[in-house]
């Protein structure tokens, strides 16, 4: 690799490994988004997120974020239930994230903070009021438009 190659942000970004998760935006009767805030002793602890996480291999975007919606909230959905709204892509310093944003209408069960400090419902308006991480940044503003 020349040492331009290895100065260009381009080349380096590309080198990182890549890391899909899944995100999604339940939303409530009154059109509020459930945001969920990160516990003490994991990366950006203390800022609120759209609820998910990683894709096991093997496993479909769906099917990821139906397990960890169980896993973390407490809460069942189907497939069919889950609709495609947006994405994210966002370099961080170790790995690039890609992060499908997935929108819930109809779930079962209360959703409880099993993996989480708290539980917010929000209107989209107000989710720039939250300390979130950057990658969910981006997916706010479609979430406003939907809602």
């Not at 409530?28 to 291999?57: H, N, S, T, Y």
């Not at 397990?67 to 889950?82: I, M, N, S």
């Not at 939250?130 to 940044?137: G, I, T, V, Y």
Request: proline share 9%; with cysteine; net charge negative.
């Amino acid at each position: 690799m020349t040492d331009s190659a290895m100065t260009d942000p381009a080349i380096t970004d590309s080198a990182k490994k890549l890391v899909l998760v899944v995100a999604c935006a339940l939303v409530d009767a009154d059109r509020r988004v459930l945001i969920a805030q990160r516990p003490e002793g994991k990366a950006m602890a203390g800022l609120w997120e759209f609820p998910g996480g990683k894709v096991e291999p093997g496993e479909t975007p769906e099917e990821a974020l139906i397990r960890e919606l169980r896993e973390e909230l407490g809460v069942d959905t189907k497939t069919a239930c889950l609709a495609p709204l947006s994405f994210a892509s966002h370099s961080y310093e170790n790995f690039h994230l890609l992060m499908p944003l997935y929108v819930c209408r109809r779930w079962q069960g209360l959703p409880q903070p099993r993996e989480h400090v708290a539980l917010k419902w929000v209107r989209p308006q107000r989710l720039r009021e939250f300390s979130m991480p950057e990658a969910d940044l981006p997916l706010i503003a479609p979430l406003c438009d939907l809602l």
